[in-house]
T-cell receptor
């Protein structure tokens, strides 16, 4: 069955430090990949997406992610974390049924805490 | 990005009553809307998918008679939790997408507390 794994439930980094959040997926075909961020009590905001082409994608708020087919991974990175980045981050895969994407499968999320 | 408005943001109700949650796409036509449920410190669980003018498709294990979904227009979908019980207390989030677009735009969520 298709699945998305985020191995790190909780990560704490110091402000200004670099960040990498891991995401692995299990899916037979080439998926559409997403990273969303959720602030407490809020909905989800799209950070970035990968559909095809350049495997390094840039998103909002200084985030980037790299698709590595050989590792079935789509890790999220940021070179310098800001206190406002503290939130929960979800990786998601869109299942592509016959070319028409359908539902999203979400990972369990990684809660990011930022120390001053 | 496109905006999805979800209302109310928080609702408290008595056990046995029904609650309606609205999800509106403000600046795009949401041909498909999705309803998710999120438990504390858990991921989002898809409850159902609805296409405008059609009956919703429910995920396995989701009671369609308890969670009534209506998607009567391209900008509005509603989720009605019927005869709510304390175990229905949760955070409900809707999303919408346009046509074959893979990107879903999410509402801010509704915190339902059933007493």
């Amino acid at each position: 069955a298709q699945s998305v794994t985020q191995p790190d439930i909780h990560i704490t980094v110091s402000e200004g430090a670099s960040l990498e959040l891991r995401c692995n997926y299990s899916y037979g075909a080439t998926p559409y990949l997403f990273w969303y961020v959720q602030s407490p009590g809020q909905g989800l905001q799209l950070l970035l997406k990968y559909f095809s082409g350049d495997t390094l994608v840039q998103g909002i708020k200084g985030f980037e992610a790299e698709f590595k087919r050989s590792q079935s991974s789509f890790n999220l990175r940021k070179p310098s974390v800001h206190w406002s980045d503290a939130a929960e981050y979800f990786c998601a895969v869109a299942l592509n049924y016959g070319g028409a994407t359908n539902k999203l499968i979400f990972g369990t999320g990684t809660l990011l805490a930022v120390q001053p | 990005g496109a905006v999805v408005s979800q209302h109310p943001s928080r609702v408290i109700c008595k056990s046995g009553t029904s609650v309606k949650i609205e999800c509106r796409s403000l600046d795009f036509q949401a041909t498909t809307m999705f309803w998710y449920r999120q438990f504390p410190k858990k991921s989002l669980m898809l409850m159902a998918t609805s296409n405008e003018g059609s009956k919703a498709t429910y995920e396995q294990g989701v009671e369609k008679d308890k969670f009534l979904i209506n998607h009567a227009s391209l900008t509005l979908s509603t989720l009605t939790v019927t005869s709510a019980h304390p175990e229905d207390s949760s955070f409900y989030i809707c999303s919408g997408r346009s046509g074959g677009n893979a990107i879903q735009y999410f509402g801010a969520g509704t915190r339902l507390s059933v007493l």
